[in-house]
Nanobody
Framework: QVRLVESGGGLVRAGGSLRLSCTISGRSADNFGVGWFRQAPGKEREFVAGINWNGANTKVADSVKGRLTISRDDAKNAVYVGMTRLKPEDAAVYYC????????????????????WGQGTQITVSS
């Protein structure tokens, strides 16, 4: 059974940085394309960043472009998101999601494209 667990969220001051981790278990991580989404209270879940199965292709949403990097370490079965210059509007629950997509370059930006989801990790940004 595939399981995703996010970690690394917390309280940070505006302008600060965080690194989120998504650990995949149950199958080798290099089978999966992985996306990160976030959902703030009262808002729809939105795509933040994605990475394809081997890390050769990534995509970052315009709202975080220049402030977010996504990477993966398949030896650790993990995908990471590094965020800098955090803003109050970045506060949300951040979810990682995975879909089986080996050998594909495509980045999936729709939440319905993903089969597996973590439980989320909260980022709170104080101003």
């Amino acid at each position: 059974q595939v399981r995703l667990v996010e970690s690394g969220g917390g309280l940070v001051r505006a302008g600060g940085s965080l690194r989120l981790s998504c650990t995949i278990s149950g199958r080798s991580a290099d089978n999966f394309g992985v996306g990160w989404f976030r959902q703030a209270p009262g808002k729809e879940r939105e795509f933040v960043a994605g990475i394809n199965w081997n890390g050769a292709n990534t995509k970052v949403a315009d709202s975080v472009k220049g402030r977010l990097t996504i990477s993966r370490d398949d030896a650790k079965n993990a995908v990471y998101v590094g965020m800098t210059r955090l803003k109050p509007e970045d506060a949300a629950v951040y979810y990682c999601a995975a879909r089986s997509a080996p050998f594909r370059t495509q980045i999936f930006t729709e939440s319905t494209s993903y089969n597996y989801w973590g439980q989320g990790t909260q980022i709170t940004v104080s101003s």
